[in-house]
């Protein structure tokens, strides 16, 4: 079902509507997917001590009945954006140590260098996260940039694609929201259309490019105010090219601010209801938790994933009740500025390895 009401364009209607219907798993509704996992979340700590991993604590706790775990195996990684500060000091051989120890599988990397740990090359990056048993799923690199030399998609794609197939990515994207060209639907067009460059070059490398949301994704366009720049980015981006990593943070974030028009007019919607529309076009995730704050601009004060009120079990159990939605998604936490990162790390693990779905 499209999102434009009148006086809206009529090809982004069509396009929006079609992929829509095409989005959900045959045999099963947005709404029975939601309504599945309604429940509130449930979490109890784990035990990383005496050598007691958090896969192995998950399985004991499925074999005593509390149900199945929310978090598919094999799919919790990390954007080691959250760990930069352990990265550049300690390196990313200490981290991936740490992580290792904590349960993760992937990581996801925002930059190639450790700082004051000294350098390292591509080559030498992947032995050591093969070496801990994590897989590297994706990268965060510029869109664009006003120095031609710059390291991003629209400068040097041909660069950006080599490293990232050194490294055996299965995904490369941005976190740049597509403001490229401006703020009105043609200027989002425009930055649709670098993005289906980007993703053609990426599915010749093998490689799946997508775009990392932040909030203002979900703001109006100022020529055509009823237009939310996010359906037109849906809309515009060739499906089998561009894909999207939900930052679920966000995305609530952006549901709190721009639930109205300028107009003032209600314009509520649900981050959820995007991904179950088109399941397919969000392989990746940032977990990234925050405590509800009405006075606050954004709605939510950022917290250790587990703290905050964003609810992941009803969430993530959603997400997976779609068809092959527990082998084609992965899952990241996140804090952009956590108080202590690995502190941060072990508890995002903990809570997301002990969700568990509702019990039958």
Not at 145 to 158: G, V
Not at 290 to 308: L, W
Request: net charge neutral; charged share 25%.
């Amino acid at each position: 079902m499209s999102r434009f009401h009148g006086g809206s364009d009529p090809e982004l209607v069509h396009r929006l509507s079609r992929r829509g219907m095409l989005g959900v798993a045959a045999g099963a509704g947005t709404a029975a997917l939601l309504g599945a996992a309604a429940a509130p979340a449930v979490a109890a700590p784990l035990d990383f001590a005496a050598g007691s991993g958090a896969r192995d604590t998950a399985a004991d706790a499925k074999r005593k009945g509390r149900g199945r775990p929310v978090l598919p195996p094999g799919r919790l990684g990390i954007q080691l954006y959250s760990l930069r500060d352990k990265i550049s000091t300690l390196g990313f051989a200490a981290v991936f140590a740490e992580l290792e120890r904590y349960g993760y599988d992937e990581i996801e990397f925002a930059g190639y260098t450790q700082g004051s740990a000294g350098s390292i090359t591509l080559a030498r990056l992947r032995r050591l996260a093969r070496d801990h048993g994590l897989t590297p799923i994706g990268s965060h690199v510029g869109y664009y940039s006003s120095d031609p030399d710059a390291y991003t998609f629209a400068q040097n794609l041909e660069k950006v694609l080599d490293d990232a197939e050194a490294l055996g990515l299965q995904h490369i994207g941005t976190p740049a929201p597509p403001f490229r060209y401006g703020a009105t639907v043609d200027a989002w067009k425009r930055a649709a259309e670098d993005f289906n460059v980007y993703g053609a070059a990426a599915r010749g490398r093998g490689m799946k490019f997508y775009q990392h949301n932040h909030a203002e994704e979900f703001s109006f366009a100022t020529d055509r105010p009823h237009v939310r720049l996010y359906d037109v980015l849906l809309a515009e981006t060739d499906p089998e090219l561009v894909f999207l990593e939900m930052d679920v943070y966000w995305a609530y974030v952006g549901q709190h601010r721009f639930s109205k028009r300028v107009d003032g007019t209600p314009a509520p919607f649900d981050p959820l209801r995007y991904v179950l529309r088109q399941p397919d076009r969000y392989p990746l995730f940032h977990v990234k938790d925050g405590e509800r704050d009405e006075s606050a601009r954004d709605g939510y004060r950022m917290t250790d994933v587990g703290d905050g009120d964003i609810d992941y079990r009803r969430f993530m159990s959603a997400v997976g009740r779609t068809h092959g939605g527990r082998r084609d998604h992965h899952w990241q936490a996140e804090h952009d500025n956590p108080a202590e990162s690995f502190t941060f790390a072990r508890k995002s693990s903990a809570h997301l390895h002990a969700l568990r779905e509702k019990d039958c």
